[in-house]
């Protein structure tokens, strides 16, 4: 997915052995569409040759504010003045002390002195030893250049390079893409608490097993994604799948229709989006086996008896916060025939302004999808796309039929 298309990015590195990430960054960034251009400080080519990162980018790389290849010998004018956001990555302790005091000796820092401010964001990934992270100097200079505008990344936790455990990691390359990802993604959300539930829910008959359907969670996933790169408080209400929580986002863990309706009602208390894309198994076993249902011997497998779930989208679309317009509901509809016309019937059913359509066998697993947007006065069709990308275009969706600010 080319997220970063037509973005111009500065990957600057300084001195730190968390270089060797920036080269996995750099083929990231442009693998998502970004063009890159590396400035490095003489500290960070002691850790990772110039040649490494001309080759990845695709561009010779700045080292010099000397250097004779600009016409008018000014590469911190010229070289800032194209950059969407110059990134930081990693920034040593000693490089944030020189941008917190506005020193200007080598090109990088000269080339962050003299960015048009306003314009061109800085965006800072520390890297360093814990120690050196944790003292009041370090922390103080962060304070300082992110009250100065810049944009801080945080860092991570574990082993570092030096055999000591603690923060001060350099965030993964792939970490860093999904910041600077988000960072350029539109606040379409900002302020609002979306509350999404996603993948199978898992009815058990026995100790041992149960009745499920097929569920992946990724759309319900990506949007969770979509609606905090929107700047969204996302609460993430998921049945039981295999995929990671995006970063920044709050999960709740659940197994069973039941448990999904309480977690997600206590979460619409404060919510203001509700986005139901969880498959939640229609029918429960009317009782759960203490033990394992055994085989009797008789070749007659077990009668089993079903009691009907809750319905959670509707329970909440007939909740008192939905009825009064404080929460926004949005539904799914995983169809296997007459897509418009059930679609169409189930927004009437469920009492909901929006509902998304899609053919399930057509998206169950898959990365990509196409939906299907019906509401009381029209039928827009997002043709097949990654299931991030539909999820970035339903937010937008969802950002223009909310009222002018949810209230409380
Ligand atoms: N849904 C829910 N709770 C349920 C069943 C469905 O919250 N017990 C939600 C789903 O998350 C989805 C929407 O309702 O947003 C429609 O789900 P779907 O399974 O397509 O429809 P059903 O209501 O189960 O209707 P049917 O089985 O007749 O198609």
Redesign the pocket.
């Known amino acids: 997915m080319q997220d970063l298309a037509g973005k111009h990015l500065v990957l600057g590195l300084t001195g730190g052995i968390a270089c060797y990430k920036s080269a996995e960054l750099c083929r990231l960034l442009i693998k998502a569409g970004a063009t890159v251009q590396v400035v490095m400080t003489d500290a960070a080519a002691q850790f990772i040759t110039p040649v490494t990162m001309q080759a990845l980018s695709g561009r010779a790389v700045y080292t010099s504010q000397w250097d004779v290849r600009e016409a008018n010998n000014m590469p911190h004018i010229n070289l800032s003045r194209e950059a969407d956001a110059i990134v930081l990555a990693p920034c040593s302790a000693d490089f944030a002390a020189r941008l917190a005091q506005g020193r200007t000796d080598e090109l990088l820092s000269l080339m962050c002195l003299a960015r048009p401010i306003g314009r061109v964001p800085l965006l800072v990934a520390p890297a360093m030893n814990r120690e050196m992270w944790a003292h009041p100097a370090t922390q103080r200079n962060l304070a300082q250049i992110q009250a100065d505008g810049a944009v801080l990344m945080g860092v991570g936790s574990g082993l570092q390079a030096c055999g000591e455990t603690g923060d001060g990691r350099m965030l993964e390359a792939s970490e860093l893409l999904e910041d600077i990802t988000t960072f350029f993604q539109p606040k379409s959300l900002a302020g609002q608490h979306v509350l999404v539930?996603a993948g199978p829910t898992f009815e058990a008959l026995d100790p041992i097993r149960g009745i499920t359907n097929h569920s992946s969670g990724k759309m319900g996933f990506s949007i969770a994604r979509a609606a905090r790169d929107a700047g969204a408080q996302v609460t993430l209400v998921a049945g039981p799948v295999h995929l990671p929580t995006p970063r920044g986002v709050r999960r709740i863990d659940v197994l069973s229709?039941d448990e999904?309706?309480g977690a997600t009602l206590a979460a619409s208390q404060t919510a203001t989006v509700f986005v139901?894309?969880?498959?939640?198994?229609?029918w429960r076993p009317a009782s759960h086996s203490e033990q394992k249902i055994k085989k009797d011997g008789s070749g007659k497998p077990p009668v089993l008896h079903f009691v009907e779930?809750?319905?959670?989208?509707?329970?909440?679309a007939q909740g008192e916060r939905a009825k009064s317009g404080r929460l926004f509901c949005?539904?799914?509809?995983?169809?296997s025939e007459n897509l418009v016309e059930?679609a169409k019937a189930?927004r009437e059913?469920?009492g909901i302004p929006l509902?998304v359509g899609n053919i399930g066998p057509l998206t169950f697993g898959q990365d990509d999808n196409s939906l299907l947007l019906v509401d009381a006065h029209s039928v827009r069709e997002l043709p097949r796309a990654p299931k991030l990308q539909l999820a970035r275009e339903l937010v937008l969706e969802i950002a223009a039929r909310l009222p002018e600010r949810t209230l409380e």
């Open positions: 539930t229709a999904m309706l139901a894309t969880a498959a939640v198994a229609d779930n809750p319905d959670i989208l509707h329970t909440i949005v539904g799914f509809a995983a169809e059930h189930k059913r469920k509902l």
